[in-house]
């Protein structure tokens, strides 16, 4: 991957040059640089009966934003590093009663295979397509890093799988909505909202 390259050009492949120039902003950060790009926004999170027992352990690890809300004001930093070509995460969650940070970055794998790792190492494994104008993630396993490398866990019969896609509305704004369902419990979590890029 060039250094002067999107991370995500390679990643889209003959489907970047076609894509809306919201989603040319939001993924515009370079491999290999210190690129910055901001975005603000509105989300709404939702979090099943049965998996809120959990939220302490969702704030322990970092792994998902462990509290409930809706029209929670979101500003969100996608940060290159000059040393990697990962993309990374770092969220500000304006609750009503706290101010939530929650942090990740995405390491391209293969091909368009990507691995969203949280502070805690634990990762989700995704696919980026994209298709009828829209971005879709689509749900490629759990995983752990060992010895560098990433050793995938069979544990969506726990807490099933997630998926994602994001839509553009025009060239400053993108709505966008992630779940995890389980095949037996039904949607266990979600969020959604709406993302400006100037």
């Known amino acids: 991957m060039g250094k002067n390259q999107p991370i995500f050009e390679k990643i889209f492949g003959n489907d970047w040059q076609e894509m809306p120039t919201i989603f040319k902003k939001h993924y515009q950060n370079r491999a290999y640089s210190n690129d910055i790009t901001q975005a603000k926004g509105v989300m709404n999170v939702s979090i099943a009966s049965i998996l809120r027992p959990l939220a302490p352990f969702f704030s322990f690890t970092q792994t998902l934003i462990s509290q409930e809300g ?10 290159s590093d000059e040393n990697d070509n990962c993309f990374r995460f770092e ?20 091909n368009n295979l990507i691995i ?4 805690s190492g634990i990762g989700w494994g995704c696919k980026f397509e994209y298709k009828d104008k829209q971005i879709l ?3 490629r396993g759990y995983f752990i890093k ?3 490398k990433p050793i995938r866990l069979p544990i969506e019969f726990i807490i ?17 909505y992630m779940e995890i369902k389980h095949f037996l419990f039904g949607k266990l979590y979600s969020y959604s909202g709406s993302f400006y890029i100037d």
Not at 96 to 108: A, D, G, L, T, V
Not at 116 to 119: A, I, L, S, Y
């Open 70 to 79: 809706n029209n929670i004001e979101v500003l969100v930093k996608f940060k």
């Open 160 to 176: 099933g799988c997630g998926w994602a896609y994001e839509r553009a509305i025009d060239d400053n704004n993108f709505e966008m």
């Open 116 to 119: 969203e790792w949280t502070k």
């Open 137 to 139: 993630l689509l749900h």
């Open 91 to 110: 969220r500000v969650f304006h609750f009503p009663n706290k101010i939530r940070y929650f942090n990740s970055k995405m390491e391209p794998i293969n």
């Open 146 to 148: 060992l010895f560098g």
